[in-house]
């Protein structure tokens, strides 16, 4: 056999043994987009942060011009959906996918001296997915599914690197005795006799550290900051000062426990006790204020590494605006034109901003109706990266990656959105298209309350008796939409 015979049959093998891949094997999903470059994921979270309490949803008294410019660089979403009406279950159906009738942790349940009850250890969630496909994932800011070194902690539930407050309680202070990294204590000394050390500063710098360090890799960065959660204290600056002269202010607030003798400093911390403030609409419109430029510092630091053209970014809030501390949402009409704040199921307390920027790919000025919900993020990113989900997750989320690209006419609709509350004797909800229905008290047995949100978004006319079938309808789901939790047992279980 002289040389080329010898080359002629090698090529002859060669191309028996491509076609034979080609034709017989089965390839993962994501093998034609191996070459493409993942896109970076952003989601930023506010904490209780109403959906009026933005500039480009209506916000008339202060102004959010970096997340109104993000808007204007790709869809802002009028019918988006929080998880629940305070913290931990709303972040729970963020990660998982689920709603809180299937989601682990469905209500905010304490652990003492820090954290709340913890997710479990086998738990599918959107930093795992991400990180089993080759991303680098960080969280910086507020956690609340779980003690530290618990199953629950960040870094147990994927996520490489996590700085901030471990537990939810103690970060009812934007002053606090200390913040903890990957687990470990990071002590504030300067602010054991004084408010010195101001952490959402401290956390946003370590928040775009993060994106430097990761520049050249595909990286999450879910960025759940605490503003503008009460204490309703900040920095005593210049901004400060100006929203004292421009606003009449209201009643001022104070906390009879910061006045206990009794109580060290250390004990308050530990109760999660909210500071005093003589001003309190000033300190959340300068909250407002420090959130809209730290969005404006995430973008201006993705420009500057070259990374915005790929990088998804995604601005939310964990459920609707709230009361404590001082805070005010009726001077500022928060929930805008609805009705309801946190720990409310109507729209004021549910209803939240979403906003999605992704150069090149999401179409700028855009707007969209589409009704969804904190537990369809985790489907759409993965179907972005064009990743199967395994049927046993059984999650509840669709993908909203059609109306990100503007293809209406592919886009899956849910049948009906469903939320449930466990505190104030039990609160249920569920959206049904334009059709509503809420019931409060469970435990005594108030009745299932019908709106049409296409012509009553604020919940004004309740239409039960007008419509007997969607109040069966509603029955029906509220029956069949969850699992039983012994963790989390529901007032309105087998009602």
Not at 116 to 132: C, F, G, H, N, R
Not at 423 to 428: D, L, T
């Amino acid at each position: 056999m002289n040389v080329l015979q010898h080359r002629l049959i090698k090529v002859a093998l060669y191309l028996l043994a491509l076609y034979g891949i080609s034709s017989c094997a089965t390839p993962h999903k994501k093998t034609a987009s191996k070459d493409i470059k993942q896109p970076n994921i952003i989601y930023i979270l506010a904490d209780d942060a109403g959906w009026g309490d933005f500039s480009c949803y209506g916000q008339e008294k202060f102004t959010t011009p970096n997340i109104d410019a993000l808007a204007e660089s790709g869809i802002r979403f009028t019918d988006h959906y929080a998880g629940s009406s305070v913290c931990a279950p709303s972040r729970s159906t963020l990660l998982t996918g689920m709603h809180t009738g299937h989601t682990p942790i469905r209500g905010n349940k304490e652990v003492m001296p820090e954290g709340q009850v913890p997710i479990p250890a086998a738990t599918y969630s959107l930093p795992k997915m991400l990180k089993k496909e080759g991303y680098v994932t960080g969280m910086f800011g507020k956690w609340g599914l779980g003690y530290p070194q618990s199953e629950g902690a960040p870094n147990a539930q994927g996520f490489d690197e996590f700085y901030g407050y471990n537990c939810q309680r103690l970060a009812h202070t934007y002053y606090p005795l200390y913040l903890r990294h990957n687990g470990t204590k990071v002590p504030l000394p300067k602010n054991t006799d004084g408010h010195m050390t101001y952490t959402h500063d401290m956390i946003h710098e370590q928040a775009l550290s993060f994106i430097d360090q990761n520049k050249d890799k595909p990286f999450f960065l879910y960025l759940p900051y605490t503003i503008p959660h009460a204490e309703m204290v900040v920095p005593q600056d210049s901004l400060f000062q100006m929203y004292k002269e421009k606003y009449p202010q209201g009643k001022p607030y104070v906390n009879k426990v910061n006045h206990d003798s009794k109580l060290s400093h250390e004990d308050r911390f530990f109760k999660g006790a909210y500071g005093d403030q003589e001003y309190p609409r000033a300190a959340f419109a300068t909250m407002m204020h420090y959130l809209d430029n730290s969005v404006g510092d995430v973008m201006e630091k993705l420009k500057e590494l070259g990374l915005d053209d790929n990088t998804i970014v995604i601005f939310s809030s964990d459920n609707g605006p709230h009361k404590e501390g001082g805070a005010d949402p009726y001077y500022f009409n928060s929930f805008g034109p609805f009705k309801g704040v946190k720990r409310d199921l109507y729209e004021g307390g549910i209803r939240v901003p979403m906003i999605v920027s992704w150069p090149n790919t999401i179409s700028k000025n855009q707007v969209s109706d589409h009704p969804s919900a904190f537990w369809d993020v985790l489907p759409t990113v993965a179907d972005i990266l064009d990743v199967e989900i395994p049927n046993e997750q059984n999650i509840d989320g669709i993908s909203f990656l059609p109306t990100l690209k503007g293809e209406k006419g592919k886009q899956e609709k849910h049948d009906y959105l469903y939320w449930e509350f466990h505190e104030k004797g039990g609160r249920r909800a569920v959206r049904m298209g334009n059709w509503k229905a809420v019931q409060y008290n469970l435990k005594k047995g108030k009745k299932i309350e019908i709106y049409d949100l296409s012509n009553d978004p604020s919940e004004s006319k309740n239409l039960a008796k007008q419509q007997p079938e969607l109040v069966q309808k509603a029955q029906e789901i509220f029956n069949t939409a969850r699992t039983t939790s012994t963790t989390f047992p529901f007032q309105g279980e087998n009602m």
